[in-house]
């Protein structure tokens, strides 16, 4: 029997590059042990087999991020959260999400992103140095989830302090430092949540929260616990995932100047450009799998409730998926990248975020030209999430 895998995960935390990393390790076979008693899934067959599987689920994994967590906010997001649930509830609570979150509410957002990018790019074209995930990235997304939310423009920065620092909670491993700060955070997002719903409830809006609150589907709703999760999980989501697929992806063109005078010039199509942001510079490095049952992937027997990582940022690299997976590419051929999962838990903002990078990206284009680096890019990862804290630019 072959000898487990001595990749840690949490390793990756402190490298500013992981794909030579996962490269070593899916070579050493695209379902491997792990001394950690994880199950790296890194082949993008064997991790589309193992999100789609209905022997697979994600419940379990909330026991796993329990573990020591004390009474409170956390504890319920938790306990919640739509990505760790599994039937009967997921069914039930993404019915009633998908009854409020709709393409047409997704559509009708579109001409306001325009406008507001283009206003937030007015004072920045030209006007030398900036910080684009600061400045831009991060703002749009931002705006964007507070709008659909009903979230004063005015609280949306603290709400993002508040996710960020909620965010290690996700983490393979946590430093307790970050654990405890992530606590005090959950707190402090949830009682402003549990505010702003009471708010809606009171006196419901035009927006998302007032939406879900009011969603019913065979006599059932949203019970509170559950959407303050939701709510904070959108939140988090709705701008971080965005924002990090966006600056990861620029990072990439402008590293290459022609990379970046190719979309100028409309060589490149925006969508499939973004499409390849996704494939290439993935912002959420994994997801997690528990399998039910003893199964088999990529010809490994698994047993059950072994825990599977799902490394969708190697999926998207996998030499047997995509010719030359290292190299940037828009519009190449090949399966469509995992970036957003897949199965019953594909992400409910995937076409929300493309849209939003694609806004973005076609607006910079057209107000800045000329951009170009302007310092050196340090990148992090919190959780499973992988960013940068900057993106300085000037031009």
């Known amino acids: ?103 047409r509410r997704v559509t009708a957002l579109g001409p306001w992103m325009e406008q507001t990018a283009d206003d937030l790019l007015e004072p920045l074209a030209g006007a030398g140095p900036f910080d684009l995930l600061a400045e831009y990235a991060h703002q749009l997304p931002s705006l964007v989830i507070s709008e659909l939310l009903g979230v004063p423009a005015a609280d949306r920065d603290t709400l993002t302090v508040f996710s960020d620092r909620t965010a290690p909670l996700l983490g393979v491993r946590v430093d307790e430092t970050d654990r405890e700060a992530a606590i005090v955070a959950a707190e402090e997002f949830h009682a402003y949540l549990a505010a702003l719903l009471d708010e809606r409830r009171a006196a419901p809006g035009d927006d998302l929260l007032s939406a879900l609150s009011v969603a019913e589907e065979n006599g059932e709703r949203l019970q509170r616990v559950e959407l303050l999760s939701l709510a904070a999980t959108l939140y988090s ?31 490149w199509a925006i969508a499939e450009v973004v499409n390849e942001f996704l494939r290439y510079e993935t912002p959420t490095l994994f997801v997690a799998r528990i399998p039910y049952e003893p199964i088999e992937l990529g010809g490994v027997a698994i047993d059950a409730f072994a825990p599977l990582l799902v490394y969708l940022s190697a999926a998207n690299r996998d030499p047997a998926a995509y010719d030359d997976p290292d190299d940037f590419r828009p519009g190449r051929p090949g399966p469509a990248p995992l970036s ?56």
């Open 340 to 395: 957003f999962a897949f199965g019953a838990h594909y992400c409910l903002g995937a076409s929300l975020a493309k849209a939003e990078a694609e806004v973005m990206l076609r607006a910079l284009a057209a107000r800045c030209p000329d951009l170009r680096l302007a310092g050196d890019l340090h990148w992090h990862q919190r959780g499973p999430f992988r960013g940068m804290d900057a993106l300085p630019v000037e031009g």
């Open 1 to 103: 029997m072959t000898a487990p895998s001595t990749f840690d995960p949490g390793d990756l935390e402190g490298i500013a590059d992981p794909y030579p990393r996962l490269a070593a390790l899916r070579a050493e076979g695209p379902v491997r042990p792990l001394a950690s008693g994880f199950v790296a899934v890194t082949g993008h067959e064997e991790a589309l087999d193992a999100l789609r599987s209905p022997a697979c689920g994600t419940a379990p994994i909330a026991a796993r991020y329990l573990d020591g967590l004390p009474e409170g906010a956390a504890r319920d997001e938790m306990s919640h959260r739509i990505n760790f649930l599994d039937p009967p509830d997921h069914p039930r609570v993404r019915g009633l999400v998908s009854k409020a979150f709709t393409p």
């Open 237 to 267: 989501a709705g701008h971080r995932t965005t924002r990090d697929l966006f600056t990861n992806g620029m990072s990439v063109l402008l590293s290459e100047p022609a990379r970046w005078r190719s979309v100028v010039r409309g060589e």
